[in-house]
């Protein structure tokens, strides 16, 4: 059996990532597959990309890697951008919207936030409903096994029996349907969505960052055992706020509160 680090969420927490990519050594885990989101929020976004090119065997794009390094944000000034510079840009752009393989007899398939787009928010605890982001809530967890356009798949492709995602920042398993779907959390900016207090003493446990691994049968066909193994990993959390606080960034005090406490922060691309 072969075991799978599945990764996300790492939005420029190099410290958080080190800690993280430690632990799956330690593990002796090889394969290390990233479902997006390596820019954005914290303030060393290049040195994750780089450091994820030599680990990774897969690299998804995210909603965040998106706004940043399309196209049409080349003239939008945005900080992470020109950190980044244009060959990282280049290649975050580029990389691919969804990796699917089996594992003991279960097609697996994964992608950032969903098989319609790369915002929709599916989260089996809390809605979205009268917020800013109620219009990308995706309500039916069926939904997220579907083939779509945006996918490039058809009704005569297989739909998958497991789904892998990141984007909410916060782990989860769920079964449904005789299916099973679940969520990586994030590395860089983990989030526990009910908190609120960041002097709260417990927050200590949700900060931590997150991944999963999956163990199984690697490109097997085959019914066989499956396993899902959450892991939260501590990591210099301070280190982590220094950089941020000489920065610059203009959103850095949120960035900083979330991290501090796992608190839930807006989308603000810089």
């Known amino acids: 059996m072969e075991k799978i680090a599945i990764i996300s969420d790492v939005h420029g ?14 593990r002796g885990i090889t394969r290390i597959f990233c479902l997006g989101d390596y820019v954005i929020k914290c303030v060393h976004p290049d040195l994750v990309i780089d450091k994820l090119r030599k680990v990774c065997e897969v690299m998804l794009i995210g909603n965040s890697d998106y706004a940043i ?37 279960h097609l697996i398939r ?26 990308n809530e995706i309500k039916n967890p069926e939904d997220l096994f579907k083939n779509t356009a945006f996918i490039g798949k058809t009704e005569n492709d297989p739909e998958p029996d497991i789904v892998g995602y990141g984007h909410i920042h916060t782990p989860c398993l769920v079964r449904f349907k005789n ?27 949700s900060t931590l960052a997150s991944y999963i691994i999956v163990e199984g049968n690697y490109n097997d066909k085959n019914l066989g055992s499956i396993s899902f193994n959450f892991i939260r990993v501590p990591y210099n959390i301070e280190k982590e706020i220094k950089d941020l ?26």
Request: net charge positive; aromatic share 12%; proline share 5%.
């Open 110 to 135: 994964l992608f950032h936030a969903s098989p319609y787009g790369l915002d929709n928010i599916y989260n089996p605890m809390f809605s979205n409903e009268g917020t800013i982001y109620a219009g």
């Open 245 to 270: 606080e000489v920065s610059g960034l203009k959103n850095r005090n949120m960035v900083i509160r979330s991290l501090k406490g796992a608190l839930p922060t807006s989308t603000n691309f810089n």
């Open 179 to 205: 299916k099973t779907l679940f969520n990586t959390g994030s590395v860089g900016i983990p989030v526990e969505m009910l908190n609120s207090d960041v002097t709260d003493k417990s927050n200590k446990f």
């Open 69 to 105: 390094c399309c196209p049409e944000a080349k003239s939008k000034n945005f900080w992470s951008r020109k950190k980044i510079g244009e060959e990282r840009a280049n290649f975050i752009y580029n990389l691919p919207i969804f990796h699917e393989f089996y594992m003991s007899g």
């Open 13 to 26: 927490n190099i410290t958080a990532l080190n800690a993280v990519l430690e632990d799956i050594k330690n």
